[in-house]
Nanobody, 128 residues
């Protein structure tokens, strides 16, 4: 089994920055070749794609609403993935989840169904 634990969420003001972390433990070798992604879910809404990074870290893909504000990265030696979020907006308020998905092209990783492991989520609240 693989456990994913998110951290770094909090309450910030519009325009501020946050850095989310997703630490993997357990049978991490089983996800070392997988794409990993960030999703978010606001109250009353479906879980939506935010960003994905390939197993090598060499390929990334972002949702349109990111608009250059977020950066996804991963440190394979530490089994940790990050999401640097800058210029936060109130509409970014949500629970943010990290997931370990299938191998292959990150282009195919936009749906939650492509992810087999999830963390418990971390709350991000952006006040105006």
């Amino acid at each position: 089994q693989v456990q994913l634990v998110e951290s770094g969420g909090g309450l910030v003001q519009a325009g501020d920055s946050l850095r989310l972390s997703c630490a993997a433990s357990g049978r991490t070798f089983s996800i070392s070749a997988r794409n990993m992604g960030w999703f978010r879910q606001a109250p009353g809404k479906e879980r939506e794609f935010v960003a994905v990074i390939s197993w090598s870290g060499g390929s990334t893909l972002y949702a349109d609403f990111v608009q250059g504000r977020f950066t996804i990265s991963r440190d394979k030696a530490k089994n940790t993935m990050y999401l640097q979020m800058n210029s936060l907006k109130p509409e970014d308020t949500a629970v943010y989840y990290c997931g370990a998905g299938a191998p292959g092209s990150p282009d195919l990783m936009l749906s939650p169904e492509r992810y087999g492991y999830w963390g418990q989520g971390t709350q991000v609240t952006v006040s105006s």
